[in-house]
């Protein structure tokens, strides 16, 4: 073809989009790539081809990117069922402008290279950050794209938003399963485990620790404890609560975040035990948290770390929480059509009894980097339990049962294609 | 009333019957309950009122008994859908009948006083064992009884029966949470988590980490390596082997049970590990195998202990675990109706392809005291792995779903009233 007629059909074709995964999967992470990739093969003509990163930033970075387009219709519809992260996801912050210019230069040049007009930038608010500096790079030289963020992650702590899709299924999960495990637990107290103990995650935000309180019902239901990583741990009260609740509920359900803190402000997890090889213990504040009930006040304590399961149990997701993650990655979509740049639509709660819904846009400056913590409105005055407000606000995020089709007695999980785009670079990045 | 008349009354009533968990819970532990209660409901007039020892067997010792009678059918009916142990269970091991005199005659006591023509326990091998001793005493003494036990165990090791409700839903829960997981640490391998270690129970017995086996479907799924409590831990191999897998596939996941002894015979999670507060871990072989293998190949791990969620997860329960649990409580009462004393209904297998069960009926002879523990044809040569022969057994037993009904989100589940039964002896029982 002459180099005049390339360039007429070039003029004459859509510019494509790049989505990528950034950061810890969750139970509807690839529902919000359905969205996306369903949304775009609806915007026909509008937007060229949607290529995914491979691996995250990281796949931009390489220049290593997956051919959606290719993929049938069915498989992508299957992603809505699919935990995980179906084109791979990464832990890899970009620093500031200045810093790691080099990399933000040769984020632009991959995405010229392959004509890139959108880039739909899904995770938590380290990702809102770099999509936020993406959009101002890419400005000042020049080069025309809408940066969109799509929010994520099972933390519930970006701001912006009135929740963030993962988080009502790993909510959901942990709720279920301490109701569940306290019923054992209930039936064997008179000879056996006394004090139960579940680890969830949440390094700093207690959200998912508050949603095991959403358990309890009625009063003296479990978990009787929840120790917040908002809340410095206080040892004496602790044990006394414990013992009180044993004596008087015949046993005791506690659900500790995995960042829970002592005085000084140290991770308990982190506090130097040692394990049978003789390296530091990384992780697992439940086992300590169990055995010095079992040291200080003699009980019998068994105790769970649920760590992956909790994010990755898709097949225990929230309805509400799979509708919102497809939503906002069809909304993305939209954004990126209607011209918008450096935004990100989250979930706006317009009631909450009935509950209902719908998709607001927030700017990216006023998500990154940031990190939304428990009110304290949420905790009650001992620190140990969820208040009622605490409680109406996360009831309506597992609403709803969305179980992924079955087979042979296992959840059925798609795996794509992820056929790969063609290099059109000569160089390489070396990160 | 004249003696006269109340001799008379009592001649023309059917006898009681007592039903008692024991040991550890399981998500369908309610369900042989209610096919216990709802087949005694049925054989009206042949047997008077059904009585559950609170606690297992501590109940019975203790006279301290629930009446059944009075909980409505619905009630009854939700106990299929709820885990845990309705009337409460116990570890509490009766010893032998020279050992133990004095508590065996206090049982036959307790029988007595209620006018307990059937006895119905459900447990494992240690309650076939006391069912068994049951029945002999009582013939000794003189005192009619129909001595039956209920099988049930998540750890499937009971002889006699193809296998054991309470297993299949623990084996689809655990296989569900491994091919979750691993989705997630694929997702993630490139820049986080290479090896994930998921702990699961079983310790004398490799039934659930089997289970785990039937995740993987293709060749490279994981799970990549299992750990039986049938195999010794060899560190060498399995470090070859974690790194084999982690150079091809990308990433590991290994499934330990809880059980995994070292090459001294030593359980692994007793060797002296010591935490924070100085004391020594007890379980917890997870967090070991994963530093190890960080300690020595340097890939970044995580690791999760299921716990009491595994039995506990009615939520994910197997609709033939389901049927079969209900089946053998109907059973045990059928048996009973025919005068047959010191059996247990089991489970027959009658074909694999397609699955065929039916409900046959062993001497608790051939049960008590015995323990069913993986067949060598069931591991793969490299002791990593389960067999296809292992993998035809295992899959018909967590095939089905049954979901519970929820409510605001969370599973809904039945508490009984246990209303509790007038004592009639004057005697306490000093166990």
Known sequence: MAIAARKRQAAHRARNALYAQSGGATAVFNATACGVIEAVRAARGRIGRLYAARDGILGALHENLIDTTREPAAAVRALRATPGAAFGSCRYKLKGLEEDHAKYLRLVEVL????IGWFFYNGGNDSADTTLKLSQISA??????????????????????????????????????????????????STSTRVFVLEVMGRHAGWLTAACGLAATHAGDAPHLLLFPERRFDEARFLAKVKRTV????????????????????????????????????????????????????????????????????????????????????AAVRLGLAGRNAVMPVIERISTLPYRWRIGEAPLAAVANRERKLPAGFITADGFNITPACRRYLAPLIEGEAPPPYRHGLPSYVRLRNWPVRRRLRTVFRG
């Open 140 to 189: 000042r030289l020049g080069y025309p794209l809408c940066a969109i963020g799509v929010p994520k992650t099972i933390d519930n702590d970006l701001v912006g938003t009135d929740c963030c899709p993962g988080f009502g299924s790993a909510a959901k999960y942990v709720a279920t399963s301490t109701r569940e495990a306290a019923l054992d637990v209930a039936a064997m107290a």
């Open 247 to 330: 004596e008087r509920v015949g046993y005791c359900v506690v659900v500790v975040a995995e960042g829970l803190r002592d005085a000084q402000g140290q991770f308990l997890a982190e506090q130097g035990s040692v394990d049978a090889f003789g390296h530091r213990q990384l992780g697992g504040v439940a086992p300590l948290i169990a055995h010095l009930v079992q040291a200080r006040l003699g009980y019998k304590q068994h105790w769970a770390v649920a760590d992956y399961l909790q994010r990755a149990a898709r097949h225990i997701a929230s309805k509400t929480d799979l509708a919102q993650a497809y939503a906002l990655g069809r």
């Open 112 to 115: 010229r290279a392959h004509d």
